[in-house]
C-alpha cells in the first residue's frame, strides 16, 4: 500500500515495514504488527511529530 511518499510494505505475517520514497532512494523507517499502526505513524511522521532512534528503529511515541 503507498500513502503519498510512503510505501507500507506487508513483509510478512504480522509484520508491516514502513518505507520512503526520497526520490530513487527507498529509506527504512521502522515496522508495526498491523497497518492500522503503520497508518497513525505515517500521519504523525508527515507532521513532524515522530522521532526515530537511529540505532533500533523505535518510533517515539508509540503507535501500537
Not at 504480522?14 to 508495526?32: A, D, P, R, S
Amino acid at each position: 500500500m503507498k500513502i503519498e511518499d510512503y510505501i507500507v510494505n506487508h513483509a510478512k505475517r504480522g509484520c508491516y515495514e514502513v518505507l520512503l520514497e526520497e526520490g530513487e532512494q527507498l529509506l527504512y523507517l521502522t515496522n508495526f504488527r498491523n497497518p492500522r499502526a503503520a497508518k497513525k505513524f505515517i500521519e504523525e511522521h508527515k507532521r513532524g511529530n515522530v522521532r526515530i532512534d537511529p540505532d533500533t528503529c523505535i518510533p517515539t511515541p508509540d503507535f501500537e
